[in-house]
């Protein structure tokens, strides 16, 4: 069974930079959206950023001019490069992938942002 696997997760100053990467263990066809997710502790996952096949971006609002999400579809990998962290961008993120008929997600990676 194909696992999304996400790396670049840790500890960093408010003000500091992150980047994830996730990408699948094995191969997955028809991807369309790629995305990442958030769960903050005691509060519900929300949708942080999403990247469609074409290329259109979502955020959400708390990370907008901060976050910027991509792709690479030879590698079937997603990213998330986070600047000017703050505190309250602590949580685990998940990735997301949805292909036909199928959602995948990650096991999560913590990023803390504290001083």
């Known amino acids: 069974q194909v696992q999304l696997v996400e790396s670049g997760g840790g500890l960093v100053q408010p003000g500091g930079s992150l980047r994830l990467s996730c990408a699948p263990s094995g191969s997955i066809f028809n991807i369309y959206d790629m995305g990442w997710y958030r769960q903050a502790p005691g509060k519900q996952r929300e949708l942080v950023a999403v990247?469609?096949?074409?290329?259109?971006?979502n955020y959400a609002d708390s990370v907008k001019g901060r976050f910027t999400i991509s792709r690479d579809n030879a590698k079937n990998t997603v990213y998330l490069q986070m600047n000017s962290l703050k505190p309250e961008d602590t949580a685990v993120y998940y990735c997301?992938?949805?292909?036909?008929?199928?959602?995948?997600w990650g096991k999560g990676t913590l990023v803390t942002v504290s001083s």
């Open positions: 997301n992938v949805g292909s036909l008929g199928m959602v995948y």
């Open positions: 990247i469609r096949s074409g290329g259109t971006t």
